[in-house]
């Protein structure tokens, strides 16, 4: 088991930039796929990215490919997410879950979760 906390959210000016962080709790973080996922009022719950367990291969909506970058840091049981060139259609909770079979588009896929880190983008 896994247990997820987020951190980074805040507000921003269309264009800005915000750098999300997700800390796992466990000796067991290289085990997982990690994934950030949005959340905004009165949508449903939509992939933004994901990385492997190693880090090497990486995963991007089409709506933040080119802006967004996923990282991690396993030694920190660590997940990132650079957010660049911000737009008003980003603002949302942003939520970082784990996956130990692999990652998905599929929000129900995921089997932990944190609370959330709210973005704010102001234009």
């Known amino acids: 088991q896994v247990q997820l906390v987020e951190s980074g959210g805040g507000l921003v000016q269309t264009g800005g930039s915000l750098r999300l962080s997700c800390a796992a709790s466990?000796?067991?973080?290289?085990?997982?796929?990690m994934a950030w996922l949005r959340q905004a009022p009165g949508k449903e719950r939509e992939f933004v990215a994901a990385?492997?367990?190693?880090?090497?291969?990486?995963y991007y909506a089409d709506s933040v490919k080119g802006r967004f970058t996923i990282s991690r840091d396993n030694a920190k049981n660590t997940v990132f997410l650079q957010m660049n060139s911000l737009k008003p259609d980003d603002p949302a909770l942003y939520y970082c879950?784990?996956?130990?079979?692999?990652?998905?588009?599929?929000?129900?896929?995921?089997?932990?979760w944190g609370q959330g880190t709210q973005v704010t983008v102001s234009s």
């Open positions: 990385i492997s367990k190693s880090g090497s291969s990486t």
């Open positions: 466990g000796r067991t973080f290289s085990r997982y796929y």
């Open positions: 879950a784990a996956d130990n079979l692999g990652y998905s588009f599929a929000p129900s896929a995921y089997d932990y």
